[in-house]
């Protein structure tokens, strides 16, 4: 079945980028009418959407985020990654990448990563 | 903008207890709304979505209700592998969650 698997460093330096990679397995990134996104916890928080993107390169992103944030695909690779720039601590969080539905009203996660937790710290 | 809020916070119950977790949103979405269990080092799992759909393969214990802005998640007999946090999200465009209940070990 298909699988979803994050990776990336896990600490990354203030005012520095931050990058992750969600990589596909058990089926194609491009099959199926999926959109696929990426989403954060911080410690003793809730859950928060980062952005989405489609195969075609299409994307959306969280208003709060989209100054700093960057998704992108590689459907050769089977992956889609993110990119946020200049990181906080506030940017400390597990980060999951997730597939959700096409549609406005499809926007529910039917499948998940395990998380990769990433500290923002000196 | 539109808020989701939970309640409770932290629920303390039993193996076999009847459990109720209530999600509000500050403004209707109809019934597009879905819940998710989280485990620490877990993949998070679908359990419901649009209100009362339950996910494929979800147990029959844990059913969904409401519309509008107001709505509920119940397991009707808490087992082990319940122990865990849920979140509420609304799906009708934006995702937005809830701040989670963890129920937890009485």
Known sequence: ??????????????SQTLSLTCT??????SSGSYYWSW????????????????PSGSTNYNPSLKSRVTIS??????QFSLKVSSVTAADTAVYYCARGGVFPEDWYFDLWGRGTPVSVSS | DIQMTQSPSTLSASVGDRVTITCR????????LAWYQLKPGKAP??????????????PS???GSGSGTEFTLTISSLQPDDFATYYCQKHNGFPLFGQGTKVEIK
């Open chain 1, 39 to 54: 989403i954060r916890q911080p410690a003793g928080k809730g859950l928060e959407w980062i952005g989405r993107i489609y």
């Open chain 1, 24 to 29: 596909v397995s058990g089926g194609s990134i």
């Open chain 2, 25 to 32: 949103a500050s403004q209707s979405v109809s019934t597009w």
């Open chain 2, 45 to 58: 799992k679908l359990l419901i979505y649009k209100a009362s759909t339950l996910e494929s393969g979800v």
């Open chain 2, 61 to 63: 214990r844990f059913s």
């Open chain 1, 73 to 78: 695909v590689d459907t050769s690779k089977n």
């Open chain 1, 1 to 14: 079945q298909v699988q979803l698997q994050e990776s990336g460093p896990g600490l990354v330096k203030p």
